[in-house]
Protein backbone atom coordinates (compact mmCIF):
# COMPACT_ATOMS: atom_id res chain seq x y z
CA UNK A 1 0.00 0.00 0.00
CA UNK A 2 1.51 3.25 -1.31
CA UNK A 3 -0.22 6.80 -0.46
CA UNK A 4 0.01 10.39 -0.84
CA UNK A 5 -2.29 12.09 0.44
CA UNK A 6 -4.11 15.47 1.56
CA UNK A 7 -6.15 13.23 3.94
CA UNK A 8 -5.35 13.13 7.68
CA UNK A 9 -3.29 9.58 8.08
CA UNK A 10 -5.32 6.97 9.93
CA UNK A 11 -2.62 5.34 11.60
CA UNK A 12 -5.04 2.25 12.63
CA UNK A 13 -6.03 1.56 9.02
CA UNK A 14 -2.68 1.59 7.75
CA UNK A 15 -1.76 -0.93 10.93
CA UNK A 16 -4.47 -3.48 10.08
CA UNK A 17 -3.47 -3.20 6.63
CA UNK A 18 -0.39 -4.60 6.87
CA UNK A 19 -0.77 -7.09 10.15
CA UNK A 20 -1.35 -10.80 9.29
CA UNK A 21 -1.61 -13.74 11.58
CA UNK A 22 1.26 -14.98 10.11
CA UNK A 23 3.53 -12.34 11.56
CA UNK A 24 4.81 -11.90 14.65
CA UNK A 25 5.34 -7.98 14.48
CA UNK A 26 4.33 -4.64 13.14
CA UNK A 27 7.27 -2.05 13.03
CA UNK A 28 5.72 1.14 12.82
CA UNK A 29 7.08 4.96 12.32
CA UNK A 30 5.05 7.43 12.65
CA UNK A 31 6.56 11.13 11.12
CA UNK A 32 4.72 13.98 13.25
CA UNK A 33 4.95 17.61 12.74
CA UNK A 34 7.13 19.57 15.06
CA UNK A 35 6.24 22.83 16.94
CA UNK A 36 9.85 24.56 16.79
CA UNK A 37 12.93 24.43 14.55
CA UNK A 38 16.42 25.49 15.71
CA UNK A 39 14.25 27.90 18.82
CA UNK A 40 11.83 29.48 16.27
CA UNK A 41 7.90 28.57 17.13
CA UNK A 42 6.48 26.73 14.03
CA UNK A 43 2.99 27.54 13.34
CA UNK A 44 2.17 24.90 10.41
CA UNK A 45 3.57 23.14 7.66
CA UNK A 46 3.02 22.56 3.62
CA UNK A 47 4.01 19.44 2.19
CA UNK A 48 4.63 19.44 -1.73
CA UNK A 49 5.16 16.39 -3.88
CA UNK A 50 6.45 15.84 -7.74
CA UNK A 51 3.72 13.27 -8.82
CA UNK A 52 3.82 10.61 -10.53
CA UNK A 53 7.70 10.85 -9.96
CA UNK A 54 6.86 10.64 -5.83
CA UNK A 55 4.90 7.63 -6.17
CA UNK A 56 7.15 5.51 -8.27
CA UNK A 57 10.36 6.66 -6.30
CA UNK A 58 8.38 5.13 -3.27
CA UNK A 59 7.36 1.85 -4.71
CA UNK A 60 11.58 1.29 -5.58
CA UNK A 61 11.93 2.50 -1.99
CA UNK A 62 9.38 -1.33 -1.61
CA UNK A 63 10.62 -3.24 -3.84
CA UNK A 64 14.52 -2.39 -2.28
CA UNK A 65 13.04 -3.77 0.64
CA UNK A 66 11.56 -6.62 -0.38
CA UNK A 67 15.06 -7.58 -2.11
CA UNK A 68 17.07 -7.42 1.50
CA UNK A 69 13.97 -8.86 4.10
CA UNK A 70 11.60 -11.16 4.32
CA UNK A 71 8.55 -8.59 4.34
CA UNK A 72 5.34 -9.96 4.19
CA UNK A 73 3.34 -6.52 4.33
CA UNK A 74 4.59 -3.27 3.64
CA UNK A 75 2.47 0.39 3.95
CA UNK A 76 3.68 3.69 3.39
CA UNK A 77 1.19 6.87 3.39
CA UNK A 78 2.88 10.34 3.01
CA UNK A 79 0.70 13.27 3.78
CA UNK A 80 1.03 16.57 1.79
CA UNK A 81 -0.50 20.42 1.65
CA UNK A 82 -0.97 22.11 4.79
CA UNK A 83 -0.78 20.66 8.20
CA UNK A 84 -0.85 21.57 11.73
CA UNK A 85 1.24 21.06 14.62
CA UNK A 86 1.43 17.48 16.02
CA UNK A 87 -0.26 16.02 12.77
CA UNK A 88 1.80 12.63 11.08
CA UNK A 89 3.30 13.61 7.52
CA UNK A 90 4.34 9.80 7.32
CA UNK A 91 3.23 6.42 8.13
CA UNK A 92 5.56 3.31 7.26
CA UNK A 93 4.13 0.17 8.78
CA UNK A 94 6.29 -3.06 8.11
CA UNK A 95 4.84 -6.71 9.34
CA UNK A 96 7.21 -9.30 9.19
CA UNK A 97 7.54 -12.99 10.91
CA UNK A 98 10.18 -11.84 13.50
CA UNK A 99 10.82 -8.31 14.50
CA UNK A 100 14.20 -7.73 13.81
CA UNK A 101 13.25 -7.43 10.45
CA UNK A 102 10.58 -5.20 11.12
CA UNK A 103 12.89 -2.76 12.62
CA UNK A 104 16.04 -3.06 9.98
CA UNK A 105 13.00 -2.20 7.05
CA UNK A 106 10.96 0.27 8.85
CA UNK A 107 14.06 2.53 9.77
CA UNK A 108 15.48 2.01 6.12
CA UNK A 109 12.10 3.07 4.92
CA UNK A 110 12.41 5.99 6.07
CA UNK A 111 16.02 6.82 5.87
CA UNK A 112 15.14 5.78 2.03
CA UNK A 113 12.02 7.95 1.35
CA UNK A 114 14.03 11.36 2.80
CA UNK A 115 17.07 10.96 0.58
CA UNK A 116 15.06 9.58 -3.02
CA UNK A 117 11.47 10.97 -3.30
CA UNK A 118 10.92 14.03 -3.78
CA UNK A 119 8.54 15.75 -1.25
CA UNK A 120 9.69 18.86 -0.06
CA UNK A 121 8.28 20.43 3.17
CA UNK A 122 7.81 24.00 4.24
CA UNK A 123 7.72 25.26 7.85
CA UNK A 124 6.34 28.67 8.39
CA UNK A 125 7.27 31.07 11.19
CA UNK A 126 5.55 33.96 12.72
CA UNK A 127 8.19 36.31 10.89
CA UNK A 128 8.62 34.18 7.35
CA UNK A 129 9.02 30.48 6.05
CA UNK A 130 11.36 28.21 4.54
CA UNK A 131 11.63 25.10 2.12
CA UNK A 132 13.56 22.94 4.69
CA UNK A 133 16.94 21.67 2.81
CA UNK A 134 17.11 24.65 0.76
CA UNK A 135 19.62 27.30 1.13
CA UNK A 136 17.36 30.40 0.61
CA UNK A 137 14.46 31.86 2.76
CA UNK A 138 12.12 34.41 2.61
CA UNK A 139 10.62 36.79 5.53
CA UNK A 140 7.44 38.64 5.28
CA UNK A 141 8.30 42.33 5.00
CA UNK B 1 15.16 23.42 -31.86
CA UNK B 2 13.51 21.30 -29.53
CA UNK B 3 11.75 23.00 -27.19
CA UNK B 4 11.53 21.45 -23.29
CA UNK B 5 8.81 22.81 -20.56
CA UNK B 6 11.09 22.32 -17.49
CA UNK B 7 9.15 21.63 -14.02
CA UNK B 8 10.25 24.08 -10.67
CA UNK B 9 8.89 22.87 -7.17
CA UNK B 10 8.82 24.06 -4.25
CA UNK B 11 11.94 26.74 -3.36
CA UNK B 12 12.56 26.79 -7.18
CA UNK B 13 9.47 27.78 -7.84
CA UNK B 14 9.10 30.48 -5.18
CA UNK B 15 12.64 31.92 -6.52
CA UNK B 16 11.53 31.90 -10.10
CA UNK B 17 8.08 32.83 -9.22
CA UNK B 18 6.75 30.34 -12.25
CA UNK B 19 6.07 26.15 -11.96
CA UNK B 20 7.25 25.42 -15.74
CA UNK B 21 9.63 27.56 -17.79
CA UNK B 22 9.83 26.95 -21.49
CA UNK B 23 13.37 26.37 -22.65
CA UNK B 24 13.83 26.78 -26.36
CA UNK B 25 17.60 24.01 -26.79
CA UNK B 26 19.23 23.06 -30.24
CA UNK B 27 18.83 19.05 -30.92
CA UNK B 28 20.98 16.85 -29.13
CA UNK B 29 21.18 19.13 -26.37
CA UNK B 30 22.36 17.48 -23.34
CA UNK B 31 20.60 18.34 -19.33
CA UNK B 32 23.90 20.37 -18.74
CA UNK B 33 23.28 22.69 -21.82
CA UNK B 34 20.17 23.35 -20.29
CA UNK B 35 21.35 23.79 -16.81
CA UNK B 36 23.94 26.12 -18.27
CA UNK B 37 20.96 28.03 -20.13
CA UNK B 38 18.22 27.98 -17.39
CA UNK B 39 21.53 29.47 -14.76
CA UNK B 40 21.82 32.37 -17.42
CA UNK B 41 18.32 33.53 -17.50
CA UNK B 42 17.45 32.82 -13.75
CA UNK B 43 20.71 33.75 -12.06
CA UNK B 44 19.03 32.80 -8.30
CA UNK B 45 18.33 29.69 -9.62
CA UNK B 46 21.56 28.54 -7.99
CA UNK B 47 25.31 29.29 -6.93
CA UNK B 48 26.20 25.88 -7.93
CA UNK B 49 24.46 24.66 -11.10
CA UNK B 50 26.51 21.66 -11.15
CA UNK B 51 24.88 20.68 -8.37
CA UNK B 52 21.66 21.05 -9.56
CA UNK B 53 19.63 17.49 -8.99
CA UNK B 54 17.76 17.26 -12.75
CA UNK B 55 14.74 14.47 -13.20
CA UNK B 56 13.93 13.61 -16.84
CA UNK B 57 10.31 11.80 -17.23
CA UNK B 58 10.47 10.97 -13.42
CA UNK B 59 13.53 9.34 -12.92
CA UNK B 60 17.36 11.19 -11.77
CA UNK B 61 19.42 11.26 -14.37
CA UNK B 62 22.97 13.16 -14.54
CA UNK B 63 24.21 16.45 -16.66
CA UNK B 64 25.71 14.19 -19.47
CA UNK B 65 21.57 13.04 -20.27
CA UNK B 66 20.56 13.81 -24.15
CA UNK B 67 17.60 15.28 -24.08
CA UNK B 68 14.90 14.63 -26.60
CA UNK B 69 12.03 16.13 -27.58
CA UNK B 70 8.93 16.00 -25.43
CA UNK B 71 10.91 14.87 -22.60
CA UNK B 72 9.51 16.15 -19.27
CA UNK B 73 12.66 17.64 -17.00
CA UNK B 74 12.24 19.17 -13.67
CA UNK B 75 14.66 20.89 -11.52
CA UNK B 76 14.33 18.73 -7.59
CA UNK B 77 15.62 20.99 -4.99
CA UNK B 78 17.19 19.45 -1.63
CA UNK B 79 14.31 16.65 -0.72
CA UNK B 80 14.67 16.73 2.82
CA UNK B 81 11.91 15.50 4.98
CA UNK B 82 14.29 16.59 7.40
CA UNK B 83 17.99 14.88 8.07
CA UNK B 84 17.41 14.92 11.59
Redesign the interface.
Known amino acids: MIEITPDKIDHDRVISCVRRDSNGAVAVFL?TTRNVTEGRKVLHLEY?A?R??AD?KLSEVVLEIRQRWSVENIAIVHRIGKLEIGEA??IVAVSTPHRKDAFLACQYAVDR??????????EYFEDGEV??????S?THS | MSCFSV?L???YR??VGKSTVLMEMPEGSSVSDLIIKLSGRYPLLT?APGKLVI?VN???VDHTYCLTEGDEV?L????????K
Do not use: H
Not at chain 1, 113 to 122: F, G, M, Q
Not at chain 1, 131 to 136: K, L, T
Open positions: GEYPMNSLIKETVPIWKKWVGSEFS | RFASDLSAYEYAIPPVSGGS
